[in-house]
Structures are given as structure tokens and as C-alpha cells.
């Protein structure tokens, strides 16, 4: 098992930037990737960024690619979200996550930061 903190959330207008933190604990060895995902106020839950444990590739979805960078302190053990250009369809709440294996269930989740942002 793993514990995911988030943090960083808050306030910003348009084109501000922001950077999420995501501090993994536990049994890191485990883990396969780490990544974000963001709920919007009455909206599903969708994936954001994400990257390998112990690589650097990355992923990220078509509404972040080129603003948003998703990258590892690996002496840290903490993942961030760099956010670029934000825009007001960015707010939500960011949830880090993490998973065991390829193709697996993203099985530990964080509590969440919110993100708000005004135009």
C-alpha cells in the first residue's frame, strides 16, 4: 500500500501558473506510475498526466498537453503537476494517484486539492 498528500491547490486567474504537489509514502518499490486526475464541479472524473515510477515517460491528456508538466523528485519521493496557462476550465479538484502495474486499476488515491480559476 502507498499514501498519496496532495498540495498546492488554491486560487489563480487565467493564465496563471500553478504547481500541484504529491507526496508518495509506503511501498513506492511497487509502484508501476503515478498520475493526476481532476473532477470538475458536476463532472466525471478524468485523467490528466501521468508518468512511470521509475522512467520518464509521460503521458497527458489532449486539454493539458503543452501547459501542464508532469514531473518526479525522486529524492523526495513527491510527484508534481506544473501548470501552465490555466484557464477557467481548469478548476476542479487534482487527485493524485498511483498505480501497481500496467494496465491495472489506479488502486491508492490522495484526498484532493482544489484548483479555482477565474477568469
Known amino acids: 500500500q502507498v499514501q498519496l498528500v496532495e498540495s498546492g491547490g488554491g486560487l489563480a486567474q487565467a493564465g496563471d501558473s500553478l504547481t500541484l504537489s504529491c507526496v508518495v509514502s509506503?511501498?513506492?518499490?511497487?509502484?508501476?506510475?503515478v498520475g493526476w486526475f481532476r473532477q470538475a464541479p458536476g463532472k466525471e472524473r478524468e485523467f490528466v498526466a501521468a508518468?512511470?515510477?521509475?522512467?520518464?515517460?509521460?503521458r497527458y491528456s489532449d486539454s493539458v498537453k503543452d501547459r501542464f508538466t508532469i514531473s518526479k523528485d525522486h529524492a523526495q519521493n513527491t510527484v508534481y503537476l506544473q501548470m501552465y496557462a490555466l484557464k477557467p476550465e481548469d478548476t476542479a479538484v487534482y487527485y493524485c494517484?498511483?498505480?501497481?502495474?500496467?494496465?491495472?486499476?489506479?488502486?491508492?488515491w490522495g484526498q484532493g486539492t482544489r484548483v479555482t480559476v477565474s477568469s
Open positions: 509506503g511501498r513506492t518499490f511497487r509502484l508501476y506510475a
Open positions: 494517484a498511483a498505480q501497481g502495474a500496467p494496465r491495472s486499476d489506479w488502486g491508492s
Open positions: 508518468k512511470l515510477w521509475s522512467g520518464e515517460i509521460t
